[in-house]
C-alpha cells in the first residue's frame, strides 16, 4: 500500500513559507501514524506521456501506477485546467484498473468528479436544481449587465458572487491577503463598491441574501454525515470574517438528511457540504469535494472527528 495526495499551490500565506497545505499536511500525520507510505505532489507536477499507443502519467517524477489510493485535493479554481488533470488522471486509471486487476488503483472521489464535470457555482446550481436539492435563488447572465437584465431576482438585499469561487487578493499593512469575492447589494449604487467596481461582472452570479447570519458545514463520509460546525458571522454579513465557531457533530435530520442525499446524488467518498437557512430552511450554500477542517480541528470547544483520517480511509 502506498499513498499519493495531489494538491495546488497555496497563492500567499502557505506558498511563502514553503509548506504543504494544511489539510494534506494533516493527511500525511495519519498516514504516518498508520506506517502508509506516501508522496505528494502539487497540480503542477503532473506530466502525460503518451507514445506508440501508451500512455503514461506521473506526479512529481513518479508513476501514478505506483500507488495504491491516490487522494485529489484541491485546484485552482480559476484555472479550469487543474479541475480537468483530475478527470484525465482518472479516465486513465480507470483504463489500467481493467487491464491490471491484480494491481489496481484506487482514486478518492472519483465517480464524483466524473459526475461533476465542470466544477464552479452555476454547475453546482444546477445539480441541486435536478436533483431537487434545496438551493438559494440564483441567476446568472453571461453579459453581466445585471441592472439592464434584472428580471428574474429583483429585490435587495442581494449576494453577488464570483462564478468559480475564486477569491481576490488585496494588499493590507503591506501583505498580500486572500479576499472572498462575495458581496452585499443594498442598492443599485452599490454594484460600484470598493472592490468590485471595475470587475468583469460576466464572470459574477447573483443569489438572495439570507439574514440567518449562520452556517453549517457537514462532513459526510462514504455517504453518512460523520460531523460539522456551524458558524456565526461577528464582523458584517460574512461568516468567513474572523466568525464564531461550534462544533455540529450531530446536525438536525433536515440538514443530514439532504448532505446525505447531495454525497449519494454524487456518489462522492468524502465531502463537505454547506448550509445556510433562508425563510426558515436549510439551503445548499456550496458543496466540495476536497473540504478544508482546520478551523473545525482548531477553533472549536469540544472533541472534533479526525476528519483527517477519516479522509485517508474513505475509499
Not at 479541475?83 to 486513465?92: M, W
Not at 491484480?102 to 446550481?125: D, G, M, R
Not at 447572465?141 to 431576482?153: A, C, I, S, V
Request: aromatic share 12%.
Amino acid at each position: 500500500m502506498k499513498y499519493l495526495i495531489i494538491d495546488k499551490r497555496q497563492r500567499v500565506e502557505v506558498a511563502t513559507m514553503g509548506e504543504i497545505p494544511t489539510g494534506s499536511a494533516r493527511l500525511v500525520e495519519e498516514l504516518k501514524k498508520k506506517d502508509i507510505p506516501y508522496d505528494f505532489a502539487y497540480n503542477d507536477e503532473i506530466a502525460f506521456l503518451f507514445h506508440n499507443g501508451s500512455t503514461v502519467i506521473k506526479a512529481a517524477g513518479h508513476d501514478i501506477t505506483e500507488y495504491s489510493n491516490v487522494i485529489l485535493r484541491g485546484h485552482s479554481l480559476d484555472d479550469e485546467r487543474e479541475y480537468q488533470y483530475k478527470r484525465f488522471i482518472i479516465d486513465y486509471v480507470e483504463q489500467y484498473n481493467r487491464d491490471n486487476p491484480e494491481k489496481k488503483v484506487i482514486i478518492q472521489n472519483s465517480k464524483a468528479i466524473k459526475n461533476l464535470p465542470y466544477y464552479n457555482k452555476i454547475a453546482f446550481a444546477m445539480l441541486c436544481s435536478k436533483n431537487n436539492l434545496p438551493y438559494f435563488d440564483t441567476y446568472f447572465h453571461t453579459n453581466g449587465e445585471y441592472l439592464k437584465e434584472r428580471d428574474m431576482l429583483k429585490e435587495y438585499p442581494l449576494i453577488i458572487k464570483e462564478y468559480t469561487g475564486a477569491n481576490r487578493t488585496e494588499m493590507i499593512d503591506g501583505k498580500e491577503k486572500i479576499k472572498k469575492n462575495v458581496f452585499r447589494l443594498e442598492k443599485d449604487e452599490d454594484y460600484k463598491q470598493e472592490n468590485l467596481d471595475g470587475q468583469d461582472l460576466s464572470h459574477f452570479f447573483i443569489q438572495e441574501f439570507s439574514d440567518a447570519g449562520e452556517d453549517y458545514r457537514i462532513f459526510v463520509k462514504l455517504g453518512k454525515v460523520i460531523g460539522g460546525w456551524k458558524r456565526k458571522a461577528v464582523n458584517g454579513f460574512m461568516t468567513v470574517s474572523k466568525g464564531e465557531y461550534e462544533m455540529y457533530n450531530q446536525p438536525n435530520e433536515e440538514i443530514a438528511e439532504i448532505a446525505e442525499r447531495m454525497a449519494n446524488v454524487l456518489e462522492a467518498d468524502f465531502m463537505a457540504v454547506d448550509f445556510m437557512y433562508m425563510n426558515g430552511k436549510p439551503c445548499i450554500q456550496e458543496i466540495s469535494l476536497h473540504p478544508g477542517y482546520k478551523a473545525y480541528e482548531t477553533k472549536i470547544e469540544g472533541e472534533p472527528v479526525n476528519i483527517a483520517e477519516a479522509i485517508i480511509t474513505a475509499f
